[in-house]
């Protein structure tokens, strides 16, 4: 497997420099005739076609877990806003919590 270096210059050898890679691996096109820059992901070639669709999707699925952050972090702020109003309203009213004739159960107790 020795590579001669005129080989080399002219491009002519386009054999990645591992011989475990599969062909096309390292940038080296595995059809000179395709366009475009290729990339080999799990022995597959990709094509720019492939590649836009996957970092769109990537992108895609970035905006929907920011979103879903945003809406939990909402519904736990408006949570304890209500409790905090409740207990305020409850408060001015002077109204008392039922006294609780259960001891506390569970993990937290």
């Given at each position: 497997?020795?590579?001669?270096?005129?080989?080399?210059a002219?491009?002519?050898?386009r054999?990645?420099?591992?011989?475990?890679?599969p062909?096309?691996?390292?940038?080296?096109?595995?059809?000179?005739?395709?366009?475009?820059a290729?990339?080999?992901?799990?022995?597959?070639?990709?094509?720019?076609?492939?590649i836009?669709?996957?970092?769109?999707?990537?992108?895609t699925l970035?905006?929907?877990?920011?979103?879903?952050?945003r809406e939990?972090?909402?519904?736990?702020?408006?949570?304890?806003?209500?409790?905090?109003?409740?207990?305020?309203?409850?408060?001015?009213?002077?109204?008392?919590p039922?006294p609780?004739?259960k001891?506390p159960?569970g993990?937290w107790?």
């Amino acid at each position: 497997m020795e590579r001669s270096d005129e080989t080399r210059a002219r491009g002519q050898d386009r054999r990645p420099l591992c011989p475990f890679a599969p062909a096309g691996a390292f940038g080296a096109r595995a059809d000179p005739n395709v366009r475009g820059a290729l990339v080999t992901l799990f022995g597959t070639t990709l094509g720019v076609e492939q590649i836009a669709s996957l970092v769109a999707l990537l992108a895609t699925l970035v905006l929907w877990i920011a979103a879903l952050g945003r809406e939990r972090g909402y519904a736990r702020w408006f949570k304890a806003w209500e409790a905090a109003r409740k207990a305020r309203h409850d408060a001015e009213r002077g109204i008392q919590p039922p006294p609780s004739d259960k001891p506390p159960t569970g993990p937290w107790g």
